[in-house]
């Protein structure tokens, strides 16, 4: 069965500091895998997406890895915002499928 | 680019009523829609995969009949719950694939209250 763990559940940061979220995957065969950040009641929006051959991947604050040996992702968060404060969500794609698999999200929740 | 419009973001009704929610690809065509329904600190759950021009593909344990599901153009699809009961009260999300490699773009949702 396909299955995203994510961890931590949540995570408590003071403003300015960096943080990394961890992402576990057994979803197979892999096509691609994204960081969504989802404010509450809103839809995801889209932070990064690798696919198999990436290892690392930055957009702005955010940079992801992927090491697709031992099927793990993490999204690393520098100079943390009020704003950052979200759940963070990773998605996994099986390859020749457009069905992904979610992630329960890391609940990030940045005070001043 | 690859913008998608979900209507309305809330909406309150009484129970035995339907609603329907739509969902619009704005500069794109997306052959293939999805609808997914959300629980407060859970995952988003995906009820049905909606195809243009044919019929939906639900998810086990998702009622075709109560959740209809209409895609017939390629930048709209809706989802119109039917007789709605106040277990239906969830957040409803759509997401179109502009293509497989670049992945989903997700509407801003719909906060569905039924009373």
């Known amino acids: 069965k396909n299955q995203v763990e994510q961890s931590p559940q949540s995570l408590i940061i003071l403003e300015g500091k960096n943080c990394t979220l961890q992402?576990?995957?057994?979803?197979?065969?892999?096509?691609?895998l994204r960081w969504y950040k989802q404010d509450t009641e809103r839809g995801p929006v889209s932070l990064t997406i690798?696919?198999?051959?990436?290892n690392t991947k930055s957009n702005g604050r955010y940079t992801a890895t992927l090491d697709a040996d031992t099927k793990q992702s993490s999204l690393h968060i520098t100079a943390s915002q009020l704003s950052d404060s979200a759940s963070h969500i990773c998605v996994v794609s099986p390859g020749g499928s457009y069905i992904p698999t979610f992630g329960r999200g890391t609940s990030l929740i940045v005070h001043p | 680019g690859a913008v998608v419009s979900q209507h309305p973001s809330w909406v309150i009704c009484k129970s035995g009523t339907s609603v329907k929610i739509e969902c619009r690809s704005l500069d794109f065509q997306a052959t293939t829609m999805f609808w997914y329904r959300q629980f407060p600190k859970q995952s988003l759950m995906l009820m049905a995969t909606s195809n243009e021009g044919s019929k939906a593909t639900y998810e086990q344990g998702v009622e075709k009949d109560k959740f209809l599901i209409n895609h017939a153009s390629l930048t709209l699809s809706t989802l119109t719950v039917t007789s709605a009961h106040p277990e239906d009260s969830s957040f409803y999300i759509c997401?179109?694939?502009?293509?497989?490699?670049?992945?989903?773009?997700f509407g801003s949702g719909t906060r569905l209250t039924v009373v």
């Open positions: 997401s179109a694939n502009l293509n497989g490699f670049n992945g989903y773009t």
């Open positions: 690798m696919t198999f051959s990436e």
């Open positions: 992402c576990n995957y057994t979803v197979s065969p892999f096509s691609n």
